[in-house]
């Protein structure tokens, strides 16, 4: 009797065999097609960086900056929401270490990348080595700077910038795009500010001399000198000057541009204007935002955005773009550059005036600003959780330790530990820092809007150890600094994670407060301020397993213990990298053979 046969009258064996092999093959292919798609979608960006000091004229006056491979600022990186980036970093500065903080991204799984000296990592030793490699998770516009010392004063920065993944779509359309890094300038050294700061008692260098646009600004003369009535002031010649000359934006007419803004100031609040041109506002620390129109912007240190600009004035004529200090009382003069419609010369001075900053103090216009800054979407942006954990109230202020100037949270000013906590806590090192809780408030009885009645403060590095998933509330509490009517700007930066803005309030925060928080779209983002004598409220999931900075982005107050440390989850990390944690006790113990695991 022959072999079964299917309705083909093909033998039931051969058949099955040919759909094995028919099936091996489909699955080979399918394999080979997922794997050419992940291959495109998902890109490994390599990059090898020396730190070095080098000679370098940011505004014309030759000093000495801190670059990157020959270059200030540093090289931009650029990358898809989902890539990998890996830095290769040596530091060539020979008398002290580096790291680096790549801002905005939240280092998913990979806390000790944060680039956070004495909480994710060791500082990197002269003439040593450490790589950084971390996942760009979300599309938005990014920066990094030095996070040692106040690195980021000495020039320390770059842009990051990471596109939307391979096939989809920003929720606006652009025909080109900028991407302006802003930063302020001393001609003082890091060093000086530095020891200045931490002198008794405290020895100010003053404002900066110059604010940059990429690295770039001039001091000592003006690009628009011709419109000023001040006879002393001259005109900048930046004929063959590539360092100082002012970057250009080139245009087309008829087009719609993205310009995307970074602040990395070391203490300059900023405003833009563009001359007869509105702006729309798009995106903020790489979260989309429901579009609004402005004639200028509010740029505190720490924070990103991009705007939308068309191009749809007299093709004929140039525009000035100013950047002026907000916030502080202006002793630096405003940065210009120009918006060049390509139909004339780049040469060609604009018809009027540069657009004139908003006054310093007048924070009524900044709040408008910031209050019209609300989140797109559900779809693009998770929905705040309705209620809380836990709620940690934190106030700043400004006060004396035995004749030395501090910032304190809660009258606590932070001092780092030898130890990356990342280290201490994970291996249960607790001689690593003070293991007394940091206060979760401060009294009812203090008075806000008053200099304190008891100036002392207290040093510590204890940490806010959060429940892993928790709901957690934030309230930043401005106050009155050791003078009188005096309560300064604090734009705040939470590593590791990104918070919903609640809402701003006058005065002193209190339960009542509550009914005035956008429930409904608040922003989300990782930088918010507190306006002088005021309140921020927000709110965060502490659903990222690390140790994160959370602190005043202004480079001397964080200096001078303005920061606290909150952590997650660590122990649910994997396996740390050792070179993270070479220096102090995890340090010891490794030389000494002990497995941390």
Not at 97 to 118: E, L, N, Y
Not at 267 to 282: C, E, P, R, T, Y
Request: with cysteine.
């Amino acid at each position: 009797m022959g072999a079964p046969c299917n309705s083909l009258g093909e033998p039931f064996s051969r058949s099955f065999k040919g759909l094995i092999v028919w099936c091996i093959l489909l699955s080979l292919t399918l394999c080979s097609l997922a794997t050419a798609t992940s291959n495109k979608t998902r890109s490994l960006h390599f990059y090898k960086w020396e730190v070095e000091y080098m000679y370098w004229s940011p505004d014309g006056l030759e000093n000495v900056v801190m670059g990157i491979n020959g270059k200030f600022p540093g090289p931009t990186i650029r990358a898809r929401a989902g890539d990998t980036v890996h830095v290769h970093l040596t530091n060539k500065l020979h008398t002290e270490g580096v790291v680096i903080h790549w801002h905005g991204i939240r280092q998913k799984g990979t806390p000790w990348a944060d680039g956070t000296a004495s909480i994710s990592q060791c500082a990197i030793n002269p003439g040593e080595s450490f790589d950084y490699r971390f996942t760009v998770d979300r599309a938005g516009t990014y920066f990094y700077h030095g996070h040692y010392g106040m690195q980021r004063s000495a020039g320390l920065y770059g842009s990051l910038i990471v596109d939307v993944a391979e096939g989809e779509k920003e929720p606006f359309h652009y025909d080109g795009e900028f991407d302006l890094l802003l930063s302020d300038w001393w001609h003082e050294s890091a060093h000086h500010q530095e020891v200045g700061l931490s002198s008794r008692p405290m020895r100010w260098i003053g404002e900066p001399q110059t604010l940059l646009v990429n690295g770039r600004g001039q001091y000592g003369c003006s690009l628009a000198a011709h419109y000023s009535n001040n006879s002393s002031l001259s005109q900048c010649n930046v004929t063959g000057h590539e360092q100082w000359a002012p970057y250009i934006l080139h245009v087309d007419p008829n087009k719609t541009y993205r310009i995307r803004l970074s602040s990395t100031t070391a203490l300059a609040s900023l405003n833009l204007a563009i001359g007869n041109h509105k702006m729309l506002v798009v995106e903020a620390d790489g979260n989309y935002l429901q579009p609004f129109e402005t004639d200028d912007l509010d740029i505190y240190s720490g924070e990103s955005y991009s705007v939308l600009l068309k191009t749809s004035q007299d093709p004929s004529q140039n525009y000035w773009i100013s950047f002026g200090v907000r916030g502080r009382k202006p002793q630096t003069p405003q940065a210009l550059t120009i918006l060049n419609y390509k139909t004339n010369s780049a040469s060609k001075f604009p018809l009027s005036p540069p657009p004139v900053t908003p006054r310093w103090d007048d924070y009524a216009h900044s709040k408008a600003f910031t209050n019209k800054v609300k989140a797109l979407d559900h779809k693009t942006i998770p929905k705040p959780p309705s209620t809380y954990h836990r709620r940690i109230i934190l106030l700043n202020t400004q006060n004396k330790m035995n004749g030395y100037t501090k910032w304190s949270i809660n009258n606590v000013s932070l001092s780092l530990p030898a130890t990356p906590y990342l280290g201490s806590i994970r291996f249960g090192l607790q001689n690593g820092f003070d293991q007394t809780k940091p206060p979760e408030s401060f009294p009812v009885q203090y008075d806000v809007m008053k200099p304190p009645g008891n100036p002392n403060t207290t040093t510590g590095n204890g940490v806010y150890m959060l429940s892993y998933y928790s709901t957690v509330d934030v309230i930043l509490q401005n106050a009155n600094a050791l003078a009188e009517n005096v309560s300064e700007i604090h734009p705040w930066h939470l590593h590791g994670h990104d918070f919903w803005v609640l809402g701003y309030g006058e005065g002193k925060f209190t339960k009542d407060d509550e009914k005035k928080f956008n429930m409904k779209n608040p922003p989300y983002r990782n930088s918010a301020v507190i306006f002088p004598y005021g309140w921020t409220a927000l709110r965060f999931v502490a659903d990222n397993p690390g140790v994160w900075a959370f602190h005043c982005h202004i480079e001397p107050h964080l200096h001078m213990g303005m920061g606290v440390v909150l952590a997650e989850g660590v122990q649910r990390l994997p396996k740390i990298p050792k070179e993270a944690l070479s220096c102090g006790l995890t340090g010891k113990k490794f030389m000494t053979g002990n497995n941390l695991g």
